[in-house]
């Protein structure tokens, strides 16, 4: 069947945002010239800037594709989770795997954002980061509501201290290595249900909130 012109303008920019993600993981943003893009894409220069008005706009709309992956990931975290804690439990889970499964993109976010500050920063939260992030302290809430989770506790500090637990796991995996006393390296699936547990134990209503 003959493809619609939608169709196949939809298939040449995923194209193109694929190939800026595999150069832009391998070389870094800076190191990548648009030639080079349209070059890995099969595409023209002037192709690449029909769909996108600058190399940052391309950069952004990789920032979206990634984004939107974590997003699916936390919403079938949601839906196959019973309570809010199996749902955190599951996302943790899939969302160190996702760190882990594209190391060269992930740090070239992290790196981007430590060399180029507040402006990559910004980039990352409007890219949909934000949204992913506030969904995620949403299960949080719902926990509290529904008599879970402590009521008294920030829903974005929990958010904050799972989202990071697995950041600082991908990036410092390699020295935890060379640590005799740790195990937990290359079981990165026990790891996060451990930190989980361990939030969850501070966070959970049955832990007394003003020991005596």
Do not use: C, W
Request: hydrophobic share 45%.
């Amino acid at each position: 069947m003959k493809k619609s012109a939608e169709e196949i303008t939809g298939e040449g920019r995923r194209k193109i945002v694929l190939a800026a993600e595999r150069l832009f993981a391998d070389h870094g943003f800076d190191a990548v010239s648009m030639h080079a893009i349209a070059t890995s894409a099969g595409t023209s220069k002037a192709n690449i800037y029909h769909y996108f008005s600058s190399k940052d706009a391309l950069y952004l709309a990789v920032l979206h594709r990634a984004a939107a992956a974590l997003r699916s990931r936390l919403q079938e975290a949601r839906q196959q989770g019973s309570t809010a804690a199996e749902a955190l439990r599951l996302f943790a889970v899939s969302h160190l795997q996702h760190l882990l499964d594209r190391p060269r993109l992930v740090q070239l976010f992290l790196r981007e954002l430590l060399e180029k500050g507040e402006p990559r920063a910004r980039d990352l939260a409007d890219a949909g980061l934000a949204e992913l992030f506030t969904a995620l302290a949403e299960i949080v809430r719902d926990g509290q509501e529904n008599g879970e989770f402590r009521p008294d506790l920030d829903p974005a500090l929990v958010a904050t201290i799972l989202v990071s637990a697995n950041i600082n796991f991908f990036q410092a995996r390699d020295l935890l290595r060379q640590y005799p006393i740790v195990h937990f390296v290359d079981d990165p699936e026990g790891y996060d249900h451990a930190v989980v547990d361990i939030v969850l134990r501070g966070i959970s209503r049955t832990v007394q909130e003003n020991p005596s």
